[in-house]
């Protein structure tokens, strides 16, 4: 591509001359209205001088008036319409703020004005998006596939992809002078988004520029290496491609081939350098560094020369390609072999038709032509154009032909929105996609805290519809919680199927938190209750055929086991193990190791209250005393005494029936003792006797009663049916001093 910039027919006094720099254009493309274009350069230089005079600055430093003609000559060569070349030349003017887009509006119509919205709204997208770090050059991020996908999403016309193309081409030529920091931002966002895009679209003359301009900026020391490599025998090299030419003209000459070019071809210098580190090969064993392409009328002249060159030279078969009969995802049809040459240099011979070498050069822009000057004619035009640029875009990348700088890899859809973070990093999302949607794609405690967001800037409902290129800002608050509301599909708060099922699961979770806690509770309660030690949780959970603690207990509190069953499997466990027996007419004591055992006539326990045992000086006796035992807590201070004292519990016990305390707590009430009575009567529990205090100030009556009863679980169940009792406060098993 020619770089116009040094070329422009711009007179001493620094006037443009406008008939010389159109007749340049009109070699390309025919202008309808050439007056128009010289109009739209007229007002994009004025605009340019009046903000000199009220000194603003330049967005790039450069002149917004010379980057308008650079660009229009760039479509120009890419045969784009006199549409296209207005809003190309006004563009950086508005941009810039100089040009107001409805002045354009108003003087060129509402087309151009469309086209130069649609490439400001692709700018925007730069300034939104940042690059948080450097990638390595050649290697794939999904931030950049993210950024190019978000911007094909909003392109609703090929020329504004163009125009852009065409603008970032200018850009990057201009920044040879300009410090390495602004070389290399420059250089990133062409060769990471701009580069690929010109190779979707088969731009491969401005595809080849801009990876090699960028390749200088980003990797210089790789560039002036493989430069030097190429120059240290360019005099040689051309005179070699010059005699190859003649020869081949000569030969096809003699078959008598009509309407034929031949030239040679210069290998660009990132295409060399990542062809030599994909297949990890030396400079030397790049082929097509030597290449002559040759241009014929159609498909049959193009195998027809093929023949003719595989029979003056022996051919490297891993070299050859027919991208005719298998065109490249970008549209690219060409034949390429690489052959053993003249002097026995490899050389790559390219053979194609000259549409096919037009559609290599100008890709897309090739295909675009509005025929027609109605609105329907248009319309129908405008609607084939888009259908097939959807097309080019959503091919899935070649394997293994390594044309582009950055392979897109996944199919572009059209059913996705691209939207950024405050950082500006790109996240894609379903069409339709909320808010909330957003936040939960960023992390989930991002959508368990979200109470507001802000898009673009301001504040916005957490049901508003994101839309391509929109900037999202979640306002998190620790104390915020998902609301039942986002699950109500009739309020449109989230549409993804992950955003639903992490605001399903929360809710669950919090139900699960609540259940543990009942659960906790339930089990302390009851083992107070009843007096019963803290039992092993694992094992408790296993009886009830739970594989986790954590789940016992939650349906202890949703209430899928019953208190009393708990409170008996306890009991079980408590005299499960072996039952030892000895001293005082057989009693059964666990944990006593099978030492003798005596019942310490200090407290005298009875059967099922809580104990320990203390071992006597010679260890082989042990004394059991009620785990209340004054004179045994006394006795755990002592140094010389604490590590006598092991844990016992009841086993299996002779006895017929044992006596129990309770303590009742009441609101005083006529009625309270008989109704006492009459549960335990109704339990066969005999009442041995009752002491009741009543304190007249406060109401409330506190009772010690007395029972004789044969079953422990008979007396767990009176304490439940007591503590149901109207006016009851409370009822617990005393543990009353002998």
Known sequence: MVKVREEQPIERDGSLNLDAWLNRLQKHVAIIDPERLSRAAEIAKIAEQEAIAAEHIWAEGNSSFLTGLEMCEILAELHLDEESLVAAMLYRTVREGKLELSTVQDQFGPEVARLIAGVQNMAAIHYKHKQTRKAVLGQRTNQSDNVRKMLVNMIDDVRVALIKIAERTCAIRAVKNAPASKKYRVAREVFDIYAPLAHRLGLGTLKWELEDLSFRYIEPNEYKKIARRINEKRLQREDFIRNMVAFIKQQLEDIQLQNYKVKGRVKHIYSIWRKMHRKNLPFSQVYDVRAVRILV????????????????????????????????????????????????????????????????????????????????????????????????????????????????????????????????????????????????????????????????????????????????????????????DWLNPDLGYVKTSSAKSKIGQWFKDQARDQQLAEGRLALHRELYLHGLPQPDLDELARAFNHDRREEFLMALGRGDIASATMVRKVQQMLGAHDVEFSGEGELGIIGAGGRDVQLADCCRPTEHDEILGELSPDQQTVKVHRADCAQL???????????????????????????????????????????VFSEAAELEVDVVSVNTNTNKVSGIANMLIEVDVDRLERLNTLIHRLNSLPNIISVQRKRVQQ
């Open 297 to 484: 009328d159609n498909v049959a002249d193009c195998y027809r020369v093929l023949g003719l060159v595989q029979n003056l030279w022996r051919q490297i078969p891993s070299a050859f390609d027919d991208y005719i009969a298998n065109p490249k995802p970008n549209g690219y049809r060409s034949l390429h072999a690489a052959v053993i040459g003249p002097e026995g240099k490899v050389v790559e011979i390219q053979i194609r038709t000259h549409a096919m070498h037009e559609e290599a050069e100008l890709g897309v822009a090739a295909h675009w032509r509005y025929k027609g000057s109605d609105e329907e004619g248009r319309s129908q035009s405008y609607e084939e154009k888009i259908a097939w640029l959807r097309q080019v875009l959503e091919w899935h990348e070649e394997v293994g032909t390594g044309v582009g700088p950055i392979d897109l890899g996944d199919t572009i859809q059209s059913d996705r929105i691209y939207v950024l973070t405050p950082e500006g990093h790109v996240v894609d999302l379903p069409m339709d996609a909320r808010p909330l949607d957003f936040a939960y794609k960023i992390h989930t405690e991002v959508g368990h805290s979200c109470r507001a967001v802000k898009i673009n800037g301001h504040f916005s409902p957490l049901n508003r519809p994101l839309r391509n290129g929109d900037q999202v800002e979640i306002v998190a608050s620790k104390e915020a919680r998902p609301s039942r």
């Open 633 to 675: 807590l006394s006795s755990v201070g002592h140094e010389h005494r604490i590590h006598n004292h092991i844990a016992l519990y009841w086993g299996q016990v002779k006895s017929t029936s044992f006596s129990a305390h309770m303590e009742l707590i009441a609101w005083n009430r006529t009625g309270l003792l008989r109704d």
